[in-house]
């Protein structure tokens, strides 16, 4: 048995993530598209048996609703901040875009964090290059 | 008579008893929609009651404190206006940044977060006043060591923060109430949240603005004497 990280992300539009980018907009953070998922470690025989695993607990995932893929890096890429609850064992990844579609530079990604997605007294967030 | 705007939000919940229950005691107090926001400048005072305004997207209270309707609630309680937040209100007010103060405004130090364990509970409780009652304008006419009913219903409301943050909360007399027990006994067991220095409520550095977690105004018969001292504390700034 290994750990898998998996990302669980809406199919359906995603209203958080819509409201984050009206928000971080809002306090003038130059975002164009917003993207969320949550990310879980699960063990696993294999990659096969983790992805099913999660399609199985109805806790986390809703067939209609919601799709998981494997997630292979470690941490956060390019445009992407990753958000843990202190008392969590699950994170969020948000994914930040610009107008022409390419993830958002470190320095958004960081004024982002600030602006809105981590309340650092209860939350930690590793951000992407 | 001094005017107070009772704040809704999408998904606010509670404002109907609030502003009754102001009115009880004589507020000129008054329903302030997320469309007509910008005639919150013309208040004397702000209250945000319970609910899940936009629906605790992000984190409870991290969407509605950065909202435009809060900006001149944030002006207002710069200018010494009296704010006070219930429940999802108070979630907002730590959110903001505005209690307990430390941080810049809408940079939160604290926050009312999942309970432990992680239910969301709605019980009967008691909060006791644990500063000196004119430490804040809000609960100046209460009595000292007041313990006062309230309800507890919530998911997220338990006070957690960084280990110098907390310090400072408690040092810096920024713990207003405390749950406790009818009899005022403070203990474990009366806390229904796993809230850090079973902390209820906690005011900012100036004492005008105050979150409070439980609902006084869901007590039965309406009567709250934290609201009585909201509405002399009104009339008196």
Redesign the interface.
């Known amino acids: 048995m290994t750990e898998r990280r998996l990302a669980v992300r809406l199919k359906v539009p995603d209203?958080?993530a819509y409201?984050?980018l009206v928000?971080l907009r809002?306090?003038g953070v130059p975002v164009a598209r917003v993207e969320r998922a949550t990310l879980i470690v699960v063990a696993a025989a294999d990659d096969s048996a983790a992805l099913e695993g999660v399609r199985r607990d109805e806790a986390l995932f809703n067939a209609n609703l919601h799709e998981v893929e494997l997630v292979r890096c470690s941490a956060p890429e390019a445009g992407e901040i990753w958000v843990r609850?202190?008392?969590?064992s699950s994170m969020q990844a948000w994914r930040l875009f610009d107008e022409d579609g390419a993830p958002v530079p470190r320095a958004t990604l960081e004024w982002a964090r600030?602006?809105?997605?981590c309340?650092?007294?209860?939350?930690t967030a590793v951000v992407g290059r | 008579m001094r005017s107070v705007a009772v704040l809704v939000f999408p998904g606010t919940n509670s404002e109907e008893e609030t502003v009754r229950l102001l009115r009880v005691y004589g507020a000129d107090a008054r329903l302030v929609h997320w469309s007509c926001a910008q005639t919150l400048g013309e208040y004397d005072a702000y209250v945000l009651s319970g609910g899940f305004a936009?629906?605790d997207?992000?984190?409870a209270g991290?969407?509605a404190a950065?909202?435009?309707m809060m900006d001149p609630v944030i002006d207002g309680a710069r200018q010494g206006k009296l704010v006070m937040g219930i429940c999802n209100g108070a979630q907002i007010l730590l959110?903001a940044g505005l209690v307990p103060g430390s941080g810049d405004s809408?940079?939160?130090?604290?926050?009312f977060?999942?309970n432990?364990p992680p239910h969301f509970i709605c019980k009967q409780v008691y909060v006791k006043l644990t500063v000196e009652p004119r430490r804040s304008i809000i609960t100046a006419a209460l009595a000292a060591g007041a313990v006062l009913p309230a309800w507890a219903a919530h998911g997220e409301g338990r006070l957690?923060?960084?280990a110098e943050?907390m310090a400072q909360i408690a040092n810096e007399n920024h713990l207003a109430f405390v749950y406790a027990r009818a009899d005022g006994r403070v203990d474990d067991a009366a806390t229904p949240n796993g809230s850090a220095l079973h902390c209820a409520g906690l005011v900012n550095r100036d004492g005008n603005v105050l979150a409070l977690m439980p609902h006084p105004e869901r007590v039965f018969p309406a009567r709250s004497a934290l609201f009585e001292s909201f509405v002399k504390g009104v009339e008196a700034s």
Not at chain 1, 85 to 88: F, I, Q, T
Not at chain 2, 106 to 111: F, G, L, Q
């Open positions: 209203n958080t409201t984050a928000a809002r306090l609850a202190r008392d969590a600030d602006a809105l997605l309340n650092p007294a209860i939350e | 936009y629906e997207r992000i984190r991290a969407i950065r909202d435009a959110e809408r940079r939160p130090t604290a926050a977060t999942r432990v957690a923060a960084g943050q």
